[in-house]
């Protein structure tokens, strides 16, 4: 499955578009990565803990993503545009979202 942000696929001729689709992923922010990133914050030095965090949530909305261009029979996904927030009570949860359209090469 070809996924790019761009609006074509060089080499290739978009056939059919079958409809926008869109990946989700929420991820709950560990209490230790906090500590961990807090203490980062204060010395220096890069999160480790929430790149790990935002690099699954990054993966697991573009599966989705993969999956629901797949279920409507596409090719690929063109116009791909993530979304990162922070959610919840005391901004405990990462949500990334991927949306893009689902098209037929030939």
């Known amino acids: 499955m070809i996924v790019t942000s761009t609006d074509s696929v060089e080499g290739r001729r978009i056939v059919q578009y079958l409809g926008l689709v869109a990946g989700e992923a929420i991820m709950g922010v560990n209490v230790f990565r906090d500590l961990f990133s807090s203490v980062r914050d204060i010395v ?30 596409a090719d690929a ?15 405990g949860m990462l949500m990334v979202s991927a949306n893009g359209t689902a098209v037929r090469l030939s």
């Open 44 to 73: 220096g030095g890069r999160a480790g803990g929430y790149q790990a965090a935002l690099r699954e949530a990054r993966e697991a909305a573009l599966a989705d993503l993969e999956d629901a261009a797949r279920a409507l029979g």
């Open 77 to 91: 996904v063109v116009g791909v545009d993530m979304d990162y927030e922070v959610l919840g009570k005391e901004n």
